[in-house]
């Protein structure tokens, strides 16, 4: 009788890697590349805001690898630096519209009635305002910044996690396991943690992988309009709107961080589509 080989643990793991969407792997690859940009500004001894008289450096000069902007700043490192800005606000922006956004849309799918009617209103009504208009209303009231183009970008993400959240809850909460949790006298509050947000944590993962690229392109608008960072703090935005000026005497100033940019979006979307991918019974079968 002929003995079956008993597949290694290793032929196992590249064997489940190979089947993971190429969305996935791609997404997950070029998120790898930003990290490594984050992880390289904190290692990297050169201040980003440091100029020096070596002025519109070409590229490969001595000690700026990527050339210097109109002020001697190293390109480098600004552009790294800025990796790790947009990183932050990104994870605060979509920190904001989740948390705001599950807690609404749980609201509104599990209990319903006149809730779901005026939270659907307020959600709509929030979902037409921009992520612009409601970064220049906030700075009207206080100062353009940082701060506000993350509870900007946050507020306008909080009606698509809220949308997610309340499809999750219709779809789950009329299911016989929920009815019987009822029926055993357990409280709406302990089925909403126990029983409903397990099974509608993959759709808002998913979601939000797409709003962090939603967060990271948003975030160079609003620096490039004077809205979001401030000088002298790198971002990526600013780095556009600053090299817009001389960009014909060099373009490397500009090409990096818009080539920054595209990797970053490009990332969080190719991760949220295989994400989603991988998530499906139905095309993971």
Same mark, same amino acid.
């Given at each position: 009788?002929?003995?079956?080989?008993?597949?290694?643990?290793?032929?196992?793991?590249?064997?489940?890697?190979?089947?993971?969407?190429?969305?996935?792997?791609?997404?997950?690859?070029?998120?790898? %590349?930003?990290?490594?940009?984050?992880?390289?500004?904190?290692?990297?001894?050169?201040?980003?805001?440091?100029?020096?008289?070596?002025?519109?450096?070409?590229?490969?000069?001595?000690?700026?690898?990527?050339?210097?902007?109109? #002020?001697?700043?190293?390109? %480098?490192?600004?552009?790294?630096?800025?990796?790790?800005?947009?990183?932050?606000?990104?994870?605060?922006?979509?920190?904001?519209?989740?948390?705001?956004?599950?807690?609404?849309?749980? #609201?509104?799918?599990?209990?319903?009635?006149?809730?779901?009617?005026?939270?659907?209103?307020? %959600?709509?009504?929030?979902?037409?305002?921009?992520?612009?208009?409601?970064?220049?209303?906030?700075?009207?009231?206080?100062?353009?910044?940082?701060?506000?183009?993350?509870?900007?970008?946050? %507020?306008?993400?909080?009606?698509?996690?809220?949308?997610?959240?309340?499809?999750?809850?219709?779809?789950?909460?009329?299911?016989?396991?929920?009815?019987?949790?009822?029926?055993?006298?357990?409280?709406?509050?302990?089925?909403?943690?126990?029983?409903?947000?397990?099974?509608?944590?993959?759709?808002?993962?998913?979601?939000?992988?797409?709003?962090?690229?939603?967060?990271?392109?948003?975030?160079?608008? #609003?620096?490039?309009?004077?809205?979001?960072?401030?000088?002298?703090?790198?971002?990526?935005?600013?780095?556009?709107?600053?090299?817009?000026?001389?960009?014909?005497?060099?373009?490397?100033?500009?090409?990096?961080?818009?080539?920054?940019?595209?990797?970053?979006?490009?990332?969080?979307?190719?991760?949220?589509?295989? #994400?989603?991918?991988?998530?499906?019974?139905?095309?993971?079968?």
């Amino acid at each position: 009788m002929r003995s079956q080989a008993v597949p290694s643990k290793t032929s196992r793991r590249s064997s489940g890697w190979a089947k993971l969407p190429i969305a996935l792997k791609v997404g997950s690859f070029l998120i790898l %590349l930003v990290l490594l940009m984050v992880l390289a500004s904190t290692l990297n001894p050169v201040d980003p805001n440091a100029t020096t008289p070596h002025r519109l450096a070409p590229l490969f000069s001595p000690g700026h690898p990527l050339g210097t902007d109109i #002020l001697g700043r190293d390109t %480098l490192a600004r552009v790294l630096a800025g990796a790790q800005n947009a990183l932050y606000v990104g994870l605060i922006a979509v920190g904001i519209g989740l948390s705001v956004g599950l807690l609404l849309g749980v #609201l509104a799918g599990y209990l319903g009635g006149w809730l779901d009617q005026i939270l659907s209103v307020l %959600l709509e009504a929030l979902y037409a305002l921009p992520a612009l208009l409601i970064a220049l209303l906030l700075a009207a009231i206080f100062n353009p910044g940082v701060t506000t183009s993350m509870v900007a970008i946050g %507020l306008a993400a909080v009606p698509a996690f809220a949308r997610v959240a309340r499809a999750g809850v219709l779809s789950v909460k009329t299911l016989p396991y929920i009815e019987a949790a009822r029926a055993l006298g357990m409280g709406s509050g302990r089925i909403m943690l126990r029983h409903v947000l397990p099974n509608i944590i993959g759709p808002l993962v998913v979601q939000a992988s797409l709003a962090f690229a939603v967060a990271i392109l948003a975030e160079a608008a #609003l620096s490039y309009l004077g809205l979001g960072t401030q000088p002298p703090n790198p971002s990526w935005g600013r780095m556009l709107r600053e090299a817009q000026s001389y960009q014909e005497l060099t373009p490397y100033p500009v090409i990096f961080p818009g080539l920054a940019i595209g990797l970053a979006v490009l990332g969080f979307n190719l991760l949220g589509d295989g #994400l989603r991918d991988y998530l499906d019974p139905r095309k993971r079968s």
